[in-house]
């Protein structure tokens, strides 16, 4: 199942820090995010889970391509 998050991309100069921080625009994960067209993402991750409607809940296009990008840019 999956349930599409129209909140999920929020952008860093929206992102809440405590204590009135930013993150900061030149920081190579937020870059990187700026890069990658999630909407159309989601649309192709959709496609491959197949009926999202059945089985397990699936997770957010952003949590699952995010896991794999940092597993292979850190390994």
């Given amino acids: 199942m999956y349930e599409r998050n129209t909140d ?4 860093p100069d929206e ?5 009135s921080g930013r993150l900061n625009p030149d ?3 937020v870059v990187l995010a ?8 989601e ?5 491959s889970l197949g009926d999202v409607t059945q089985e397990n809940r699936a997770f957010s296009v952003r949590l699952a391509l995010g896991a794999l990008i940092i597993q292979e840019r850190l390994m």
Avoid: G, T, V
């Fill in 27 to 29: 920081n190579r994960w």
């Fill in 43 to 47: 649309k192709e991750y959709i496609k």
């Fill in 15 to 19: 992102f809440f820090l405590p204590f």
């Fill in 8 to 11: 999920q991309l929020i952008l």
């Fill in 34 to 41: 700026n890069l990658i067209p999630w909407s159309k993402s």
